[in-house]
Protein backbone atom coordinates (compact mmCIF):
# COMPACT_ATOMS: atom_id res chain seq x y z
CA UNK A 1 0.00 0.00 0.00
CA UNK A 2 1.53 2.78 -0.94
CA UNK A 3 1.50 5.83 1.63
CA UNK A 4 1.77 9.72 1.29
CA UNK A 5 2.96 11.53 4.17
CA UNK A 6 2.31 15.91 3.70
CA UNK A 7 3.30 17.33 6.65
CA UNK A 8 6.40 20.65 7.24
CA UNK A 9 7.37 19.33 10.81
CA UNK A 10 10.16 17.38 10.28
CA UNK A 11 9.60 15.40 13.54
CA UNK A 12 6.46 14.62 12.78
CA UNK A 13 7.63 13.83 9.40
CA UNK A 14 10.01 11.14 10.84
CA UNK A 15 7.65 9.83 13.90
CA UNK A 16 5.29 8.90 10.77
CA UNK A 17 7.86 7.67 8.40
CA UNK A 18 9.51 5.23 10.55
CA UNK A 19 5.70 3.85 12.16
CA UNK A 20 5.02 2.98 8.92
CA UNK A 21 7.60 1.62 6.97
CA UNK A 22 8.48 -0.33 10.48
CA UNK A 23 5.02 -2.31 8.90
CA UNK A 24 6.05 -2.54 5.15
CA UNK A 25 4.10 0.61 3.58
CA UNK A 26 5.40 2.70 0.57
CA UNK A 27 6.19 6.01 1.86
CA UNK A 28 6.73 9.19 -0.17
CA UNK A 29 6.93 12.14 1.95
CA UNK A 30 6.65 15.89 1.01
CA UNK A 31 6.62 18.80 3.09
CA UNK A 32 4.82 21.20 0.94
CA UNK A 33 0.80 20.77 0.46
CA UNK A 34 1.34 22.34 -3.55
CA UNK A 35 3.91 19.24 -4.39
CA UNK A 36 1.86 16.81 -2.34
CA UNK A 37 -1.45 17.60 -4.49
CA UNK A 38 0.75 17.32 -7.42
CA UNK A 39 1.39 14.31 -6.71
CA UNK A 40 -1.78 12.56 -5.39
CA UNK A 41 -3.78 14.48 -8.73
CA UNK A 42 -1.95 12.10 -10.74
CA UNK A 43 -1.77 9.12 -8.27
CA UNK A 44 -3.70 5.81 -10.20
CA UNK A 45 -2.73 3.36 -7.35
CA UNK A 46 -4.53 3.09 -3.97
CA UNK A 47 -3.24 5.57 -1.87
CA UNK A 48 -3.47 6.52 1.37
CA UNK A 49 -2.71 10.41 2.28
CA UNK A 50 -1.87 11.35 5.62
CA UNK A 51 -2.03 15.04 5.19
CA UNK A 52 -0.92 18.18 8.18
CA UNK A 53 -3.59 20.61 8.62
CA UNK A 54 -1.06 23.64 7.98
CA UNK A 55 1.69 23.24 5.63
CA UNK A 56 3.33 25.71 3.49
CA UNK A 57 2.05 25.92 0.00
CA UNK A 58 -1.64 24.41 0.59
CA UNK A 59 -2.87 23.11 3.52
CA UNK A 60 -4.46 19.64 4.27
CA UNK A 61 -7.91 20.80 4.05
CA UNK A 62 -7.59 22.66 0.76
CA UNK A 63 -6.21 19.52 -0.60
CA UNK A 64 -9.09 17.75 0.44
CA UNK A 65 -11.30 20.00 -1.25
CA UNK A 66 -9.39 19.77 -4.44
CA UNK A 67 -9.66 15.78 -4.38
CA UNK A 68 -12.81 15.71 -4.35
CA UNK A 69 -13.74 18.54 -6.16
CA UNK A 70 -11.74 16.57 -8.97
CA UNK A 71 -13.82 13.25 -8.68
CA UNK A 72 -11.12 11.39 -9.18
CA UNK A 73 -11.60 7.57 -10.32
CA UNK A 74 -9.58 5.99 -7.78
CA UNK A 75 -9.44 9.05 -5.20
CA UNK A 76 -7.07 8.94 -2.05
CA UNK A 77 -8.25 7.99 1.71
CA UNK A 78 -7.47 11.16 3.83
CA UNK A 79 -6.28 11.41 7.34
CA UNK A 80 -6.23 14.94 8.37
CA UNK A 81 -3.51 15.21 10.63
CA UNK A 82 -3.52 18.09 13.56
CA UNK A 83 -3.13 19.56 16.57
CA UNK A 84 -6.78 20.91 16.43
CA UNK A 85 -8.65 19.05 18.59
CA UNK A 86 -11.88 21.04 18.68
CA UNK A 87 -15.10 19.49 17.61
CA UNK A 88 -15.47 22.37 15.46
CA UNK A 89 -12.46 21.75 13.82
CA UNK A 90 -13.10 18.01 13.47
CA UNK A 91 -16.41 18.73 11.67
CA UNK A 92 -14.73 21.39 9.43
CA UNK A 93 -12.23 18.63 8.30
CA UNK A 94 -14.47 16.13 7.85
CA UNK A 95 -17.00 19.06 5.63
CA UNK A 96 -13.49 19.70 3.60
CA UNK A 97 -13.39 16.14 2.31
CA UNK A 98 -11.66 13.85 4.83
CA UNK A 99 -12.06 10.25 5.24
CA UNK A 100 -10.27 10.18 9.09
CA UNK A 101 -9.33 12.44 11.66
CA UNK A 102 -6.03 11.97 13.55
CA UNK A 103 -4.65 14.77 16.57
CA UNK A 104 -1.34 15.32 17.42
CA UNK A 105 0.86 13.72 19.39
CA UNK A 106 -0.52 10.61 17.68
CA UNK A 107 -0.34 6.99 19.15
CA UNK A 108 1.53 4.52 16.70
CA UNK A 109 -0.63 1.83 17.12
CA UNK A 110 -3.73 3.86 16.50
CA UNK A 111 -2.80 5.31 13.51
CA UNK A 112 -1.98 1.56 12.52
CA UNK A 113 -5.44 0.80 13.25
CA UNK A 114 -6.87 3.73 11.30
CA UNK A 115 -4.67 2.13 8.32
CA UNK A 116 -6.17 -0.60 8.46
CA UNK A 117 -9.33 0.68 8.15
CA UNK A 118 -8.13 2.78 5.06
CA UNK A 119 -6.50 -0.38 3.36
CA UNK A 120 -9.90 -1.42 3.85
CA UNK A 121 -11.62 0.94 2.01
CA UNK A 122 -9.54 1.39 -0.89
CA UNK A 123 -9.69 -2.42 -1.42
CA UNK A 124 -13.51 -2.11 -1.64
CA UNK A 125 -12.95 1.14 -3.46
CA UNK A 126 -10.81 -0.77 -6.30
CA UNK A 127 -13.16 -4.12 -6.44
CA UNK A 128 -15.96 -1.84 -7.46
CA UNK A 129 -14.00 0.09 -10.01
CA UNK A 130 -13.08 -3.39 -11.17
CA UNK A 131 -16.38 -5.00 -11.40
CA UNK A 132 -18.16 -1.66 -12.98
CA UNK A 133 -14.75 -1.90 -15.94
CA UNK A 134 -16.08 -5.57 -16.07
CA UNK A 135 -19.78 -4.58 -16.88
CA UNK A 136 -18.42 -1.77 -19.39
CA UNK A 137 -16.54 -4.44 -21.11
CA UNK A 138 -18.88 -6.94 -21.43
CA UNK A 139 -21.95 -4.22 -22.11
CA UNK A 140 -19.35 -3.11 -24.58
CA UNK A 141 -18.97 -6.57 -26.66
CA UNK A 142 -22.59 -7.41 -26.64
CA UNK A 143 -24.11 -6.18 -30.03
CA UNK A 144 -27.86 -5.39 -29.64
CA UNK A 145 -30.85 -6.50 -32.11
CA UNK A 146 -33.26 -3.65 -32.83
CA UNK A 147 -35.07 -2.34 -35.19
CA UNK A 148 -37.02 -4.27 -37.56
CA UNK A 149 -35.45 -7.49 -39.35
CA UNK A 150 -36.52 -8.47 -42.85
CA UNK A 151 -37.54 -12.62 -42.64
CA UNK A 152 -38.33 -14.42 -45.62
CA UNK A 153 -42.21 -16.01 -45.06
CA UNK A 154 -41.38 -19.54 -45.96
CA UNK A 155 -37.75 -20.37 -45.10
CA UNK A 156 -37.32 -17.71 -42.06
CA UNK A 157 -33.71 -16.90 -42.85
CA UNK A 158 -32.41 -13.23 -42.26
CA UNK A 159 -31.68 -10.56 -44.76
CA UNK A 160 -28.46 -8.90 -43.35
CA UNK A 161 -27.46 -5.21 -44.43
CA UNK A 162 -25.43 -6.46 -47.59
CA UNK A 163 -28.25 -8.16 -48.82
CA UNK A 164 -27.48 -11.40 -47.75
CA UNK A 165 -30.44 -14.15 -46.18
CA UNK A 166 -28.83 -16.36 -42.98
CA UNK A 167 -30.40 -18.87 -41.20
CA UNK A 168 -32.04 -17.08 -38.06
CA UNK A 169 -29.26 -18.72 -35.64
CA UNK A 170 -26.50 -17.52 -37.83
CA UNK A 171 -27.63 -13.86 -37.53
CA UNK A 172 -28.23 -13.70 -34.19
CA UNK A 173 -25.47 -15.70 -33.17
CA UNK A 174 -22.68 -13.00 -35.05
CA UNK A 175 -24.71 -9.96 -33.71
CA UNK A 176 -24.65 -11.11 -29.65
CA UNK A 177 -23.19 -13.26 -27.08
CA UNK A 178 -26.19 -15.76 -27.66
CA UNK A 179 -25.18 -19.87 -28.89
CA UNK A 180 -27.47 -22.35 -29.79
CA UNK A 181 -28.19 -25.61 -28.74
CA UNK A 182 -30.83 -27.45 -31.09
CA UNK A 183 -34.21 -29.66 -30.23
CA UNK A 184 -37.73 -30.44 -31.31
CA UNK A 185 -40.49 -28.90 -29.69
CA UNK A 186 -43.65 -30.65 -28.88
CA UNK A 187 -45.86 -29.24 -31.85
CA UNK A 188 -42.81 -30.11 -34.31
CA UNK A 189 -42.63 -33.15 -32.90
CA UNK A 190 -46.43 -34.28 -32.86
CA UNK A 191 -46.27 -33.37 -36.67
CA UNK A 192 -43.16 -35.27 -36.93
CA UNK A 193 -44.97 -38.41 -35.88
CA UNK A 194 -48.05 -37.49 -37.87
CA UNK A 195 -46.31 -38.13 -40.84
CA UNK A 196 -44.28 -40.58 -40.54
CA UNK A 197 -47.18 -42.67 -39.42
CA UNK A 198 -49.14 -41.06 -42.32
CA UNK A 199 -46.01 -42.47 -44.51
CA UNK A 200 -46.01 -45.74 -43.04
CA UNK A 201 -49.96 -45.82 -43.59
CA UNK A 202 -49.98 -45.32 -47.10
CA UNK A 203 -47.23 -48.37 -48.07
Not at 34 to 45: K, N
Not at 50 to 76: H, Q, S, T, V, Y
Not at 125 to 146: G, N, S, T, Y
Not at 165 to 191: K, L, M, N
Request: aromatic fraction near 8%; proline fraction near 4%.
Amino acid sequence: MQIVIAEDDRLYRRLLEAALTTRGYRVTTYVNGSEAWEYLSRQTEPTVAILDWMMPGMDGLEICRRIREAAMPLPPYVILLTSRTRKEDTIAGLQAGADDYLCKPFDPEELAARLVVGTRFLKLQQDLIDRVAQLEDALARVKQLQGLLPICSYCKKIRDDQNYWSQVESYIAERSEVRFTHGICPDCRSRLMEEQTAGLASK
